[in-house]
């Protein structure tokens, strides 16, 4: 249980502050893309007989770069090259589990999430996670510039499409971190729903920042007690508590 | 004052070897098979204020992006302050982007926007003496008491002032503005052309503007630049913005022509 709180903590405040740069990015898609095709990965791993955050992390690292990559060089729009990513890693992930007898349950505790099935193992991952994602604090600043306006900040020297690539991998490896704990169908709104309510209550960036990663951490406490209390799953608890908290955020913002 | 201003900053630049504001020579460029600008060169001293003038897909905007460096020719050259776009110092340059393109779901106050002027990134705490820079930066735009507003609350004329105030927070030595006048009524236009003759004559500021304004262009600009993807003139507004060169940029002269004349 103090593992499963340790880790939905830690996601959550980590899916909160990458949540801002989605939202405001519109990159909502995104998200929900790479935790589908974290799937793949997860299917590889569990092929394989290895823990299946291994596996999941490099293969969407691996899709992230990939979907980056075909934005910018291409003429195919974002949506469309995490639509063709998205699909085809689901698909890569379904023939790899036909080749593994039985593989029901692991997979569906993927799908749908374990929090409290979050070994020691997986919360090294996590503090590996966290101290990455901690290392990039320094680049708030200019990439809230290039999310505000992306010419704007390539006028004055931000490295755009670089941060992109960087700000994509930390995403595939945050997502893949959330996956564990909420699962492949849920883990996208960790993202996008304590960010949006953030945003409705924020007259400025970092005040949306910093309320995001508020309200990632007591939704994921709520929906975690709310979850023990009354026996429900942990990541469908965790959302609907962020929905409830959404909520809320649309009838008393000042930006709804 | 306009000619004595020009041969001035040349006779300067001659005696100093201070190399010209904007040199851009034989520069051409190409988006896939489409032609966007060819054949482009002119040259702009330090103070002048020069408005690029033509028709819609005309090339204006793309020249600003070049100069930017956020587009790279594919022949010929352009260089600012002496230096390749790319590599110049951005605190030397003021870009004031057209206000259409705000997003304005990005939460924010006037004063972080200008704050950008400031620092190049999205400020994370503003310092009293940070703020009192960018105080002064509003209120040589008359927007002062903006600093605290949200940006989406503001219109069109409120936002223009903000985004020139950012590009003069840095004191740049040259200020690239993109359509300025679009979405602002005429009494916004006419005090944002104030301030930016007020920082050409106090500061020698030089200035470039995108404009499709026939009329501001000849009433406000030293130098017009008259586009429609190669270069249909380069010269004084008298000129350039004649019956033919409207007529060869455009097509036809309209009733603008009439109304700037008079």
Known sequence: ??????????????????????????????????????????????????????????????VALGITAITHHSSVSGDTAIGVFFAASIAVGVILLTFKQSYTADAFAYLFGSILAVQTAD??????????????????????????????????????DW????????????????????????????FVIPAAAARMLSGTFLQMTVLAVLLGVVTAIGGLLGSYTFDLPSGAA???VQAAAFGLAVLVGKHS | ????????????????????????????????????????????????????????????????????????????????????????????????????????????????????????????????EERTQALDALRRVGAEELADRSLDGLSGGELQRIYLARSLAREPRLILLDEPATGIDVAGAADLYDVLEADQGERDTTIIMVTHDWNAAYHHADLVLLLDGRQVGFGPPDEVLTDAGLREAFGHTGHAHAMLMG
Not at chain 1, 34 to 49: D, I, K, P
Not at chain 1, 124 to 129: K, S, T
Request: aromatic share 10%; net charge positive.
């Open chain 1, 1 to 62: 249980m103090q593992r499963a709180f340790l880790a939905g903590i830690v996601v959550s405040a980590l899916a909160g502050y990458y949540g801002v740069f989605v939202v405001q990015r519109r990159l909502s898609f995104l998200g929900v893309g790479l935790s589908h095709a974290a799937f793949g990965g997860v299917a590889l791993g569990l092929l394989w007989g290895v823990n299946p955050l291994w596996t999941a992390l490099p293969f969407t690292v691996a």
């Open chain 1, 123 to 160: 919360l090294w991952v996590l503090g590996g996670i966290t101290m990455l994602a901690g290392s990039t604090v320094p680049f708030w600043g200019r990439w809230a510039y290039a999310t505000f306006d992306r010419n704007l900040a390539r006028a004055d020297g931000v490295p755009v």
């Open chain 1, 163 to 190: 941060d992109d690539y960087v700000l994509s991998v930390l995403l595939a490896v945050t997502i893949v971190a959330a996956v564990k704990v909420v699962g492949i169908v849920l883990a996208a709104a960790f």
């Open chain 1, 238 to 240: 965790i959302i609907l």
């Open chain 2, 1 to 128: 004052m306009t000619c004595f201003r020009t041969v001035h900053a040349f006779i300067f630049r001659l005696v100093t070897s201070v190399p010209p504001s904007v040199a851009v020579s034989d520069l051409s460029v190409q988006f896939g098979d489409h032609s966007v600008l060819e054949g482009i060169t002119f040259t702009v001293e330090d103070g002048s204020f020069v408005a690029v003038v033509g028709p819609n897909g005309g090339g204006k905007t793309t020249l600003l992006r070049v100069l930017l460096g956020l587009v790279g020719p594919d022949a010929g050259r352009a260089t600012v302050l002496g230096h390749s776009p790319s590599e110049i110092d951005p605190d030397l340059i003021g870009y004031v982007p057209q206000v259409k393109r705000l997003d304005r779901t990005f939460p924010a106050r006037a004063i972080d926007l200008v704050m950008t002027g400031v620092h190049q990134r999205w400020p994370f705490r503003i310092s009293t």
